[in-house]
């Protein structure tokens, strides 16, 4: 894998929610991991500490960590876009990261 800065590398992910047992209450949702050491907003490479993995809502950022407002009728479109460091070195080679997505209700 080449990664340029000029360039982003995105992912979507696909999913299923079953929301029955919730009803009426409102539903957030949140992308809990560990942050990258140059931006906590993103998520990190365990393994290059000049990449991070940018999560989106549809074309809106979300920082790692937060909790958003989630429609059940309608999840939202989710997508991992690869984030060099501006001044970081990002060697070749296959890489990972993890991250737990959280629903609950109020």
């Known amino acids: 894998l080449s990664i340029r800065r000029q360039r982003q590398m995105c992912i979507r992910d696909s999913y299923t929610l079953d ?23 993103l998520l990190g490479v365990p393994t290059q500490s000049s990449l991070g993995i940018a999560l989106k809502r549809g074309t809106t950022s979300i920082a790692l960590n937060d909790w958003f407002s989630l429609n059940p009728a309608s999840p939202p479109t989710l997508q991992a876009v690869l984030v060099a460091h501006s001044t970081g070195k990002i060697t070749g080679g296959e890489f ?4 737990t997505m959280v629903v609950d209700y109020q």
């Not at 929301?19 to 907003?41: E, H, P, Q, V, W």
């Not at 990972?96 to 991250?99: F, K, L, R, T, Y």
């Open 19 to 41: 929301c029955k047992r919730a009803g009426a209450y409102a539903l957030k949702m949140k992308i809990s991991g560990d942050g990258a050491d140059f931006n906590t907003d």
């Open 96 to 99: 990972s990261a993890a991250a």
